[in-house]
């Protein structure tokens, strides 16, 4: 158990999450919710929540004024800076998003991209081979979470790059990629939706037993809700 600095009171994590939905009625953050209450359920967390859009974080300038500094700060004065503070102080941090151009949307990328704070100009190679630049923080102990659901009705071919691009960025990684996520918020749909939640707050309790989940949850939630022939019907028609 670790202690909230801010209540004085003992909590097992510090969870930040990264919404990258452009939207208020997200269906990707529908199931970072209920995943979220999931980890909630057997203890008590602090969740800091970042609804992206809603922040000033303008392009990297790729000026490395941070790489002088070396403090862990972005020289660019916006709101970059808070989101990097409570980056290195968290146990997990979930990126939640919808899948854009089998990516992530570009204000989130943003934030990604301005991440270069936390590490410095050397660089380092590990015994097998792949150079990185010198960490400035602990990324050990960092665990990361990206929950993406796209519009698509199947999952191969769609979430390839995503996967290669949070593999390269990420340590400690779970990722759960949802195709149909758009029937998450179709009130039709809500008896194929629900059962869908239900396993993203089963997972959430896994994962915060854990720190992991295991192939078969990650199965079940990335498992398409419908047939793919009855989705694209509804879509067309």
Wanted: charged share 25%.
């Amino acid at each position: 158990m670790r202690r909230c600095e801010q209540k004085g009171t003992e909590y097992a994590m510090r969870i930040l999450v990264l919404n990258g939905s452009p939207k208020k009625k997200s269906d990707t953050f529908r199931m970072t919710e209920a995943f979220l209450r999931g980890m909630d359920k057997e203890q008590e967390n602090v969740i800091d929540v970042i609804n992206v859009i809603e922040k000033n974080i303008a392009p990297c300038k790729g000026c490395f004024g941070c790489w002088q500094k070396k403090d862990g700060h972005c020289v660019i004065q916006d709101d970059q800076n808070e989101i990097l503070d409570l980056y290195v102080k968290a146990d997990v941090i979930i990126w939640s998003f919808p899948l854009y151009c089998y990516s992530m949307p570009s204000h989130l990328k943003a934030v990604l991209d301005r991440t270069i704070p936390l590490v410095k100009k050397g660089m380092v190679e590990e015994s097998n081979g792949t150079i990185h630049h010198e960490a400035l923080v602990d990324f050990s102990k960092i665990h990361t979470v990206v929950i993406s659901g796209c519009g698509f009705p199947d999952w191969e071919g769609n979430f390839d790059a995503l996967k290669q691009m949070c593999n390269t960025c990420f340590g400690n990684l779970e990722m759960v990629c949802v195709p149909e996520a758009p029937l998450l918020n179709i009130p039709e749909a809500a008896i194929v939706a629900e059962p869908l939640l239900e396993s993203f707050e089963k997972a959430g309790a896994e994962y915060a037993s854990n720190l992991k989940l295991s192939d078969e949850t990650k199965k079940i939630l990335e498992t398409p809700m419908i047939s793919k022939e009855e989705y694209l019907r509804g879509i067309n028609g």
